[in-house]
């Protein structure tokens, strides 16, 4: 009877559609394990396709060309080294399963099919995938391994069946999206429950990397059966961490030995981090040479300035200042420093010109009325016109700096600054915003390749917002405070609270009211916003699906 495993836990980034591309990395990675004589490899969900496919998986020609390099990988285990536990998909009959796939001795040996699938948030699996049967443990060299997937581990069941067919070791893997706080509450809210009921060890696998609007944070661990942490893997980076299994010699269980347990990030660095990891993959992947923004002297841009210097390196970073009438002296010096602070280029496009030549030009359909918003919403246009002209020319991707207050309440132009590829505050309440900036301005991430120090001028995080489309504007002038209006949002957006509900917390009737309204009449903008990194529960995109016409009102 085998008494030691060596089990090599390989926390990686993938390509979604490049399945030789994930293959040979996997191949790569099981080199490395075999040199330090592991036995077994495990790689994340659907490794081998990418997740989440969405409906890219419903191409036959996806599923067929991924037969074939799971043969592949199947071949190289003929040589004697680790097994491998590769996550693919799999057709039969018809139907498309979510599977991880045991390969050994040159052959497929086991597949064992996803059963709970996941179809809330940002999951759509039952459009996809049909569940699987209540699986049954894999024997590999004499040892019973329970395989859930995922979504698997989220409930009793999966687990229950495999502790009572004799599983002895469950390891499960993921690809599970980054929430703020979700790392705790994967591991004291669902696998330390899981390990309780069954009595068994649990090795929990997950990715790292973005893809689109979501972000993996990696964090993989091992959790003994006594509860105790055995494993914990770096967040947000590529990790391969041979772990060593013991079965005890008085009562026959398999226990994982201690090994290092990395320290997690704190907030607010986890959605730092986050938004960098988001950026660079999807800049990246898209194969852009780097991103222009407009910098303007305000807290959003000078923040996402500072992300995509971090994510992407300065010199990849194009800044552009683009002064009407309305800018301040402040705007434009705040500009300049932050651009020096953090080593990139930084041009001044002045638009007078081409608001002059407006005024001009719609000066006899416009006789008789007052200016107002149109008029504020025609010099945001013309700054993203001229940014996508940059864009368009030199190949940067426009990266929007907008934020989720002001998206919420449709405080945005659209054909404006909604202009762009992809935006990191997308998901960042204003609150969050100022947090952030106050946190990098005094800490140096981990994996950013911007300078230490300050990034932005104390001043930008200081000063009282304003779009500066009109004289002496300020974001009061038209939203509440953001410490008033934050909350409010977070009511109805995050909690789906309603207008009564938030009053009896305190908040003035009106002022919910206004905001809830605002919230809703602004979805038709928000459909046509660009994608942008998911950090809690209810992000503007995958997770939240709400109707543009729509006449329902809870403060009615």
């Known amino acids: 009877m085998t008494d030691r495993l060596r089990i090599a836990m390989a926390q990686l980034n993938q390509t979604m559609g490049d399945l030789a591309g994930n293959a040979d990395a996997m191949l790569a990675c099981r080199q490395k394990a075999r040199e330090q004589q592991a036995d077994l490899v495990v790689y994340p969900e659907l490794q081998l396709i990418g997740y989440p496919p969405e409906d890219l998986v419903l191409k036959p020609a996806l599923a067929a060309r991924a037969e074939i390099e799971l043969r592949r990988l199947a071949e190289a285990t003929a040589d004697g080294g680790p097994a491998m536990l590769v996550g693919t998909v799999i057709a039969n009959q018809g139907l498309l399963f979510n599977c991880v796939a045991l390969l050994d001795g040159g052959e497929i040996v086991a597949i064992r099919q996803k059963r709970e699938l996941p179809n809330y948030g940002t999951f759509d699996e039952k459009r996809l995938f049909a569940p699987g049967p209540l699986p049954d443990p894999v024997m590999f ?20 069946h495999l502790a009572e067919k004799g599983a002895e070791i469950l390891i499960t893997v993921n690809g599970s999206p980054y929430e703020v706080a979700k790392d705790d509450f994967r591991i004291k809210g669902v696998c330390a429950r899981r390990v309780e009921e069954t009595g068994l060890p649990i090795l929990y696998l997950n990715r790292v990397g973005g893809q689109d609007e979501l972000v993996f944070d990696g964090a993989s661990f091992v959790l003994n059966a006594d509860g105790d942490i055995a494993h914990m893997l770096p967040d947000w980076e590529e990790a391969l961490v041979v772990t060593d299994w013991v079965r005890d010699e008085t ?4 226990f994982c030995k201690p090994g290092e347990v990395h320290a997690l990030d704190e907030h607010p660095a986890d959605i730092y ?7 660079r993959d999807y800049v990246n992947r898209n194969r852009f040479p780097g991103v222009v923004l407009g910098l303007s002297g305000g807290i959003d841009s000078a923040l996402s300035a500072a992300v995509a210097v971090d994510a992407l390196g300065a010199e990849r970073v194009w800044c552009v200042m683009m002064p009407s009438r309305f800018t301040s002296q402040d705007s434009l010096d705040d500009a300049a420093e932050c651009a020096r602070l953090l080593g990139c280029r930084l041009d001044t496009v002045p638009i007078a010109p081409a608001v002059e030549a407006f005024d001009d030009m719609l000066a006899q359909v416009f006789e008789g009325r007052a200016a107002d918003l149109t008029e504020e919403n025609i010099q945001s246009r013309i700054r993203g016109v001229t940014l996508m002209a940059l864009s368009n020319k030199f190949g940067h991707m426009l990266l929007t700096t907008g934020n989720k207050s002001e998206m919420s309440v449709g405080y945005a132009t659209i054909y404006g600054d909604m202009a762009g590829g992809y935006s990191v505050l997308k998901d960042a309440y204003k609150t969050t915003v100022f947090d952030l900036s106050r946190w990098r301005n005094a800490a140096r991430p981990g994996l950013a390749l911007g300078p230490d120090g300050p990034v932005m001028p104390e001043r930008v995080i200081t000063k009282p917002p304003t779009a500066e489309l009109r004289e002496d504007q300020k974001d009061s002038d038209s939203l509440p405070p953001y410490e008033v209006l934050d909350p409010i949002l977070y009511g109805l957006v995050e909690q789906e609270k309603s207008v009564d509900q938030l009053v009896a917390m305190g908040f003035e009737r009106e002022t919910v009211t206004r905001i809830e309204r605002l919230l809703y009449v602004a979805e038709y903008k928000r459909r046509q916003s660009p994608p942008g990194v998911k950090l809690g529960g209810r992000n503007f995109g995958r997770d939240r699906r709400y109707p543009i016409t729509n006449a329902f009102r809870t403060g009615h």
Do not use: N, Q, S, Y
């Open 251 to 254: 009562d026959g269980k398999w």
């Open 273 to 279: 981090h986050a938004m960098v990891v988001g950026l």
């Open 141 to 160: 060299r004499g040892v019973r391994l329970g395989l859930p997937v995922c979504e698997d581990i989220w409930f009793p069941f999966v687990t229950g």
